[in-house]
């Protein structure tokens, strides 16, 4: 019944009537591939499932799945790069539907600096080297609220998506063992912060973080779609003074 009620209000956000969504619920009416793209759009699906909703449907697939170093992509490349580079001293890093890093600037590489190897051969997962025992956990001061804040991040991401990759990979992440926190966790200094922040050690120095993420609007290209650029927003004065002295 959720779901009859789902599409009955989406089919009126897709200028359609609740009499002839329903007749395509009960398969009274087939659907014009005009009309799914359209309840696809209003009700949030992903490109991805956009497609294989087409497919069950008898159409051909609407969105194309272009590699990322396709000669195609060349000025979405450029873009990235040039986005990521201007953002430095600051980490920022490019990743795909699974995680996978695509790329990453300098700040980012500095906060992996003396990760064992295994977790920095390509392809580089961002959540299992940011949650996995040996990877960035120990170094993380918050480690619980953070991964708290991760774990929920990917079901949220799975309840959409559907994802077998991502649910695998979920599986393995939240499997890891909790290292213990090192330290108490808390800066030198109280600074009121205005999200939870990412509490991480580098070469002696406590660093915070806030993140941020950017996706890319109506996407037409599957690959493209399911990028996501995440920016790490210096949280206190103190790591903003420590990384801006590294470039110096």
């Known amino acids: 019944m959720r779901g009859d009620i789902t599409l009955v209000a989406g089919g009126g956000r897709a ?94 590489l500095m906060l992996l600096d003396g990760l064992p190897e295994h977790l920095l051969t390509p392809p580089l997962n961002a959540m299992r080297i940011t949650l996995h025992p040996e990877g960035l956990a120990p170094r993380i001061r918050n480690l619980r609220e953070w991964r708290g804040h991760l774990l929920a991040q990917m079901e949220r991401q799975i309840a959409l998506a559907r994802s077998e990759p991502l649910r695998a990979l979920y599986e393995e992440v939240s499997s890891y063992p909790v290292a213990e926190r090192r330290g108490d966790g808390e800066p030198e200094e109280a600074v009121p912060y205005i999200a939870l922040p990412l509490v991480i050690e580098h070469d002696g120095h406590l660093l915070s973080f806030v993140s941020s993420i950017a996706t890319f609007n109506t996407p037409m290209d599957v690959t493209v779609a399911e990028l996501a650029i995440e920016t790490m927003l210096p949280a206190d004065p103190a790591t903003v003074k420590y990384l801006r002295s590294l470039g110096d």
């Open 15 to 108: 200028d359609s009537s609740s009499r002839h969504i329903s007749f395509i619920e009960t398969g009274r009416s087939r659907p014009s591939e005009e009309m799914l793209l359209r309840l696809a759009d209003r009700l949030d699906v992903p490109v991805r499932e956009r497609n294989s909703l087409l497919l069950a449907a008898g159409y051909a697939p609407h969105y194309a799945q272009t590699a990322l170093d396709d000669p195609s992509m060349e000025t979405l490349r450029e873009g990235i790069e040039r986005l990521l580079t201007g953002y430095e001293p600051y980490p920022a890093l490019v990743v795909d539907a699974v995680y996978n890093v695509v790329a990453a600037n300098r700040g980012t």
